[in-house]
């Protein structure tokens, strides 16, 4: 859509809360969300990709964590600006978080265990933000058990458990102040529990 036909669309009772632009091109949210490529996501997380366009503070802001045995790398994107039928305008942000996993055996790669964890936010202006999607999942050949995914916003948090090897959950809405993710899950064969956490904050 072209940002002219923006003024048009916001007065048609079909329209969705909120539109993406990156400055010529106006998406609805979930199309915004659908041009993720969760693959391209990972590989830029692994090296360290960080889009020229993330504003410091949202760096600043980013909390990662996982098992000690663990190293994590991840990727920032900025979407676009975020646009609502009430007025509101905001950024919207994606970060990545990659970890790999190994024992300390003869059969280091056999055991090996990638993880990865994406968040999806709008970083509002004001006191909010707004978690929209959260994806991720395992890479491995190892047989894994126990998965878990927590997910939320300050005290509203979310329990799932998937049955694969990937998650994907979307157009969450959920608002407040920190944004928090967990993935968890146990490999056959290796003891300690593989975790990714991602989080961020708003910053005064």
């Given amino acids: 859509m072209s940002l002219p036909a923006f003024a048009a669309e916001m007065d048609s009772k079909y329209v969705t809360s909120a539109y993406v632009t990156n400055g010529t091109q106006l998406y609805r949210l979930d199309e915004a969300l659908s041009t993720i ?3 391209r996501e990972i590989s830029d997380a692994k090296n360290g990709l960080i889009g020229e366009n993330v504003d410091p503070d949202i760096l600043k802001s980013i909390e990662l964590s996982s098992a000690a045995s663990e190293n994590v790398s991840y990727s920032v994107k900025k979407l676009g600006d975020v646009l609502t039928r009430n007025g509101e305008t905001g950024s919207l942000y994606s970060l ?13 790669d056999m055991d090996n265990v990638h993880a990865y964890l994406s968040v999806t936010w709008i970083d509002h202006l004001g006191v909010n933000n707004e978690l929209v999607a959260v ?4 890479q491995t050949a190892r047989t894994l058990y126990d998965r878990t995914v927590y997910y939320g916003v300050d005290s509203n ?5 998937p049955s694969g090897n990937s998650f994907s959950y979307a157009n969450l809405g959920i608002r407040g102040y920190q944004i928090h993710a967990v993935s968890t899950v146990r490999s056959a064969g290796y003891d300690p529990v593989i975790t990714v956490m991602i989080a961020t904050d708003i910053l005064d």
């Fill in 37 to 39: 490529d969760i693959a």
């Fill in 96 to 108: 990545t978080a990659v970890s790999t996993t190994k024992t300390t055996s003869d059969t280091t």
């Fill in 135 to 138: 994806q991720g999942g395992w």
């Fill in 157 to 161: 948090n979310v329990t799932k458990y």
